[in-house]
């Protein structure tokens, strides 16, 4: 696989608003680790090993929800498993699909983010143009959660409470531009919002089973009431 | 709990579904249907139960200050605004309800 510096440039050029979101969006995770209790290794090693938003913030609040290890994991793994998909139709672009190294790196590299950008490309993708945009994603990821760590005790205390918000501002905004896409998006997601705030507010469950729950029920929802085309399967 | 422990088992969960996909996709394309629309619903499902009901129970008494951001953010990106508008504009509502209507 011959190395292209256009096409790295290019990938760091295409890569620039994924910086900027997930370094502000890192920033709330890198507070979030210091006020459950990590060290400032631990937060940055999650990121540096995990590189997931919603994966890692869903981490953190199951562990300071008091859950167990194994439902961590398993919830974990549970809303990962979107990735299986995007890494698997990631994979019919790429311009050289043999390169062990160059399929190792997309996969470490397949996020949300990147998924899209990537695949609304339009054309071939080289390893090249999938480091640029890749690298450029993870110092985002990674040096947000390091400086939110250190800095976030020089914040005034309204400022780190408003904080806790950007996690959530994040999801909303997905569900936002997926709602504006198709309005059944927020039908599908006020089932698992429902049955969450109920299975925990009124049944007593724990976070993470009645995540797994919800996200079940209303995924299962969402496949009845979305057509094939809707879901984006042919 | 042990922290790395708990670390290291969520980096395999994350990295094993991104990586294997890249040296197994043929396979994949053959599982039922009906399994493969739900892997790609699941995300948005999985949103609902990620905003509530922490978004609220995380600000205690000031649960409104939570409502503000995420309806807003929400909104924002409705109207295509971009993710990085629609934190910077909850960041605002929240700030302004807690420091507006501390409880």
Redesign the interface.
Same mark, same amino acid.
């Given at each position: 696989m011959a190395v292209s510096a256009k096409e790295i440039r290019e990938g760091v050029h295409d890569g620039f608003?994924i910086f900027?979101?997930y370094f502000?969006?890192a920033l709330a995770f890198g507070l979030l680790t210091r006020t459950s209790g990590?060290t400032f290794v631990?937060g940055v090693?999650?990121s540096l090993?995990?590189?997931?938003g919603?994966?890692?913030?869903?981490?953190i609040?199951l562990?300071n929800a008091g859950s167990l290890?194994l439902s961590?994991?398993v919830s974990?793994?549970?809303?990962?498993?979107?990735?299986?998909?995007?890494?698997?139709s990631?994979?019919?672009r790429l311009a050289d699909p043999s390169s062990v190294p160059g399929?190792?790196m997309?996969?470490?590299g397949?996020v949300?983010e990147v998924f899209t950008v990537a695949s609304f490309k339009g054309r071939k993708l080289s390893y090249s143009y999938m480091a640029g945009l890749i690298a450029v994603s993870y110092i985002g990821w990674t040096s947000g959660t390091a400086v939110g760590y250190a800095a976030g005790t020089f914040l005034p205390d309204?400022?780190q409470?408003?904080?806790?918000?950007?996690v959530?501002?994040?999801?909303?905004?997905?569900?936002?531009?997926?709602?504006?896409r198709n309005a059944k998006?927020v039908l599908?997601?006020?089932?698992?919002?429902?049955?969450?705030?109920i299975l925990?507010?009124v049944a007593g469950l724990s976070?993470g089973l009645?995540?797994l729950i919800?996200?079940?029920t209303?995924?299962?929802?969402?496949?009845l009431i979305?057509s094939?085309r809707e879901?984006?399967?042919e | 709990?042990?922290?790395?422990? @708990?670390?290291?088992?969520?980096?395999a969960?994350?990295?094993l579904?991104?990586?294997?996909?890249?040296?197994a996709?043929s396979a994949?394309?053959h599982l039922p249907?009906?399994i493969?629309?739900?892997?790609?619903?699941?995300?948005?499902?999985?949103?609902?139960?990620?905003?509530?009901?922490?978004?609220l129970?995380?600000?205690g008494a000031m649960w409104y200050?939570?409502l503000a951001?995420?309806?807003?953010?929400?909104?924002?990106?409705?109207?295509?605004g971009? @993710?990085?508008l629609?934190?910077i504009i909850?960041?605002v509502s929240?700030?302004g309800m807690? @420091?507006l209507f501390p409880a």
């Open positions: 608003p900027l979101g502000t969006t990590f631990e090693l999650t090993v995990t590189f997931a919603s994966g890692q913030f869903l981490m609040n562990y290890l961590i994991v974990v793994f549970f809303i990962n498993s979107r990735y299986i998909f995007m890494a698997s990631l994979s019919q399929r190792l997309c996969g470490f397949t949300d309204v400022v409470k408003a904080a806790v918000i950007t959530y501002a994040m999801f909303a905004s997905l569900l936002g531009s997926e709602t504006g998006a599908v997601a006020s089932v698992s919002a429902l049955l969450n705030s925990i507010l976070t009645s995540f919800s996200m079940a209303a995924t299962v929802f969402g496949a979305y094939d879901a984006g399967i | 709990m042990n922290k790395l422990l @708990m670390i290291f088992l969520c980096s969960v994350t990295l579904p991104r990586i294997i996909p890249y040296f996709s994949l394309s249907r009906f493969r629309k739900c892997m790609m619903l699941l995300p948005v499902a999985a949103l609902g139960a990620l905003i509530f009901p922490l978004a129970t995380d600000f200050a939570g951001g995420v309806a807003s953010a929400f909104i924002v990106s409705l109207f295509r971009p @993710m990085i629609s934190i909850a960041l929240t700030t807690l @420091m």
